[in-house]
């Protein structure tokens, strides 16, 4: 478990102050898959390298597993380093090193004798699927290789916590899903958690369970994904919301739209996501319905669905339709232009 309480980070630069983090306070629990999003220079970066002291706060408290970092002297620091592991956006490899020697680094440096080395590199080249490439360096492999040499070198030490920094921002969208799909599997697998940076709200939908949004060195917003994805409440939030889920109607659906009242949003969650209720409204003949647009998304496990359509009917047949959606479990918002 990590804790965050009221941190502050202020850097000094240019002989001027920078409040990179203004008074955070954020539980990551053990086994989670914890997401932080928000713009450039948000502060994503500066929190996450409290938790392995890359940085250390200006003010304020991180705890691991109950301990407090600040409290720790030089041998328990090295301890504690151990059971973090990072990833960064650029892999941080050594171009002079092999695969194999990169990802045996944290290993010389704890000492460890050479066949111990050599035994634990092998089985970690296998768990990325790396294993042809052990001779190779850094310059010969593709993006995707260079993560996963950098995921190997942050596991090699069996920590209990992977920092992950812009980790698929320097790949390709097929590069970036086999490697969340590798990052979800360490999560499960090996019960790591895991505090990723991002600044794509596809790589919180994609494997996340928690979110924090940040801005100007503040969470704004945090909670379950599922909660955050259904129900944004920061206007920040709400347009990271948008680059996966519509809340808006596309411009160009509108146009062709000969008159435009009538329109409703109806949002799916779950269960309602999956019961034909907009059929079943059909049928019932009270409106005329016209789907303007559709789409859905699978959310923490759970179906998220959004779905705009215009109803022609008399005002009161309009009520009805709209109050037997709410019945379903279907959120309807009027307007959603
Ligand atoms: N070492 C440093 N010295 C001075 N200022 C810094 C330092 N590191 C970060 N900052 C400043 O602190 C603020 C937060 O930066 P940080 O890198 O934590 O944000 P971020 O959300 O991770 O952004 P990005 O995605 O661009 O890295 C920015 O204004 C940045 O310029």
Known sequence: MIIFENIKKTYIKNKQQVHALNDINLTVDTGDIYGLIGWSGAGKSSLIRLVNQLEKPTSGIVKVDGVDLNKLDVKAQRAHKKKIG??????????????????????????????????????????????????????QLSGGQKQRVGIARALITEPSILLCDEATSALDPQTTLSILKLLKQINSERNITILLVTHEMEV?????????????????????????????????????????????????????????????????????????????????????INILFANMREIGGVVLGSMFIQMNGTETDVDKAVAFLQEKGVKVERGGV
Do not use: W
């Open 86 to 139: 990072m990833i960064f956006q650029h892999f941080n490899l050594l171009e002079s090193k092999t695969v194999a020697q990169n990802i045996a680094i944290p290993l010389v440096l704890q000492g460890l004798n050479k066949e111990e080395i050599e035994h634990r590199v092998e089985a970690m080249l296998s768990y990325v699927d790396l294993s042809g490439k052990k001779a190779s360096y850094p310059s």
């Open 204 to 288: 919180i939908s994609s494997i996340c369970n928690k979110v924090a949004v940040m801005e100007k060195g503040q969470v704004i917003e945090q909670g379950s994904v599922l909660d955050i994805f259904s129900a944004p409440q920061q206007e920040t939030t709400k347009k990271f919301v948008s680059t996966v889920i519509n809340a808006e109607i596309p411009e160009a659906v509108l146009d062709s739209l000969t008159e435009q009242g009538n329109i409703f949003r109806l949002e799916f969650l779950g269960d309602s996501a999956r019961e034909p209720v907009v059929n079943e409204l059909i049928l019932k003949q009270l409106v005329e």
